[in-house]
Nanobody, 120 residues
Framework: VQLQASGGGLVQAGGSLRLSCASS????????IGWFRQAPGKEREFVSA????????TYADAVRGRFTISRDNAKRTVYLQMNSLNPEDTGVYYC??????????????WGQGTEVTVSS
C-alpha cells in the first residue's frame, strides 16, 4: 500500500499541526495505520496507531494527551492532530500500515515522510 505523509512544517513551541497520511489503495480502509517519527540522530520511534475504523487507538507515552489520531476512510486518509508541540517533537514523521498496534504489516519499507520542526 502506498502512503504519503504531508502537513509538516515549522511551528513554535505550544503550537499545533495536523499531519495527513493519504493513500490511493483500494484496500486502505482495511489497514491499521501507524505514525512514526525520527528525530535527528535518533532511531525511528512509534508515535500512534489506529485500527481500521479508529475504534482503537494507541499512543506513545511522550505524546499521549497532546496528539490525536483519526481517519476518514472515504478519503483514504489518516490524520495526526498534534497540539502543545515542544522541541522534542521535532523530526520526520512517517505513516505506515501496521498490524495493530505497531508491527509493520508490509515490512520495513517507508514512503517519504513529512518534516516537523518545533522551535523553542
Amino acid at each position: 500500500v502506498q502512503l504519503q505523509a504531508s502537513g509538516g512544517g515549522l511551528v513554535q513551541a505550544g503550537g499545533s499541526l495536523r499531519l495527513s497520511c493519504a493513500s490511493s489503495s483500494l484496500g486502505f480502509a482495511s489497514y491499521a495505520i501507524g505514525w512514526f517519527r525520527q528525530a535527528p540522530g535518533k532511531e525511528r520511534e512509534f508515535v500512534s496507531a489506529c485500527n481500521w475504523d479508529a475504534g482503537r487507538t494507541t499512543y506513545a507515552d511522550a505524546v499521549r494527551g497532546r496528539f490525536t489520531i483519526s481517519r476518514d476512510n472515504a478519503k483514504r486518509t489518516v490524520y495526526l492532530q498534534m497540539n502543545s508541540l515542544n522541541p522534542e517533537d521535532t523530526g520526520v514523521y512517517y505513516c505506515n500500515a501496521v498490524r495493530y498496534p505497531r508491527d509493520l504489516r508490509f515490512g520495513d519499507t517507508w514512503g517519504q515522510g513529512t518534516e516537523v520542526t518545533v522551535s523553542s
